[in-house]
């Protein structure tokens, strides 16, 4: 089973990226993805959440109507759409999966409700 994060990289403010998620191993039928973020020093950050169940999208405050999360079942890939990109959106970027009968709102935050974590792409935010 692999994760594979990518599309990190340097972008200047009110700009835009979009990170690929691809998942090996698993299907995006059976799995919920989401995104995470950590920045230098702090704690790891959820960022948003597709369910494999029924398509439902869910999004922490700071990034909504900012950021879009998308998947695509037929290539095995979940997308981070960023877009205005402000300065307290760097950070590496994580995505992780787990089993949709077991994802629960209530918990939808924390990263101890994913069992399987890809490594990071890094986005930088700068002029």
């Known amino acids: 089973v692999q994760l594979q994060a990518s599309g990190g990289g340097l972008v200047q403010p009110r700009g835009s990226l979009r990170l690929s998620c691809t998942v090996s191993?698993?299907?995006?039928?059976?799995?919920?993805i989401g995104w995470f973020r950590q920045a230098p020093g702090k704690e790891r950050e959820w960022v948003a959440t597709?369910?494999?169940?029924?398509?439902?999208?869910y999004y922490t405050d700071s990034v909504k109507n900012r950021f879009t999360i998308s998947g695509d079942n037929a290539k095995n890939t979940v997308y981070l759409q960023l877009n205005s990109l402000e300065h307290e959106d760097a950070a590496v970027y994580y995505c992780?999966?787990?089993?949709?009968?077991?994802?629960?709102?209530?918990?939808?935050?924390?990263?101890?409700?994913?069992?399987?974590w890809g490594q990071g792409t890094l986005v930088t935010v700068s002029s």
């Open positions: 191993g698993i299907t995006l039928d059976n799995y919920s």
């Open positions: 992780a999966a787990v089993n949709g009968l077991w994802l629960r709102t209530s918990t939808i935050k924390s990263p101890l409700q994913y069992e399987l």
């Open positions: 597709i369910s494999s169940t029924d398509g439902s999208t």
